[in-house]
């Protein structure tokens, strides 16, 4: 897992520049009022979580844990929705709107209307899967 993580983070820092171009998209995805995350894949194909900024962390509850899965925090009901998205951006390759049911902070279930994408390596594999939610009531 660490070697992935790794991987995935200097394939960032390659191009001239990129460790100024890193910090300030570091940032601009910690503030962004949003809950997001980037996820990992692993060598054995589980996806885990590699980053979360601070609006997911406040709406949801959730401590930042790096390379946990989702059914680490999650229930088993919630972790299996997520992964069954988190699996079909991996499978087609291609970004997906999502409407997930989850509890907020409060521990209320509320529909998170978002999007996942994958990440690519520089040889075109996809290594991760990014994300970002909006937390609507129920009806």
Avoid at 30 to 41: G, M, R, S, T
Avoid at 116 to 130: C, L, R, T, Y
């Amino acid at each position: 897992m660490r070697e992935l993580i790794e991987q995935f983070s200097n394939a960032a820092r390659r191009s001239a520049g990129a460790e100024q171009l890193v910090g300030t998209l570091a940032q601009f995805f910690d503030f962004l009022p949003l809950p997001a995350w980037i996820k990992v894949v692993d060598l054995n194909g589980h996806v885990r979580m590699f980053r979360t900024n601070f609006e997911y962390q406040k709406q949801t509850g959730l401590t930042y844990e790096p390379g946990h899965k989702d059914e680490d925090q999650w229930s088993s009901e919630v972790a299996e929705d997520f992964d069954l998205n988190d699996q079909a951006v991996i499978r087609t390759r291609l970004p997906i709107e999502t409407r997930e049911i989850a509890p907020d902070a409060s521990g209320k279930d509320v529909l998170w209307a978002g999007a996942k994408w994958p990440i690519f390596s520089p040889e075109g594999d996809v290594v991760g899967v990014a994300g970002f939610a909006i937390a609507e009531p129920l009806a």
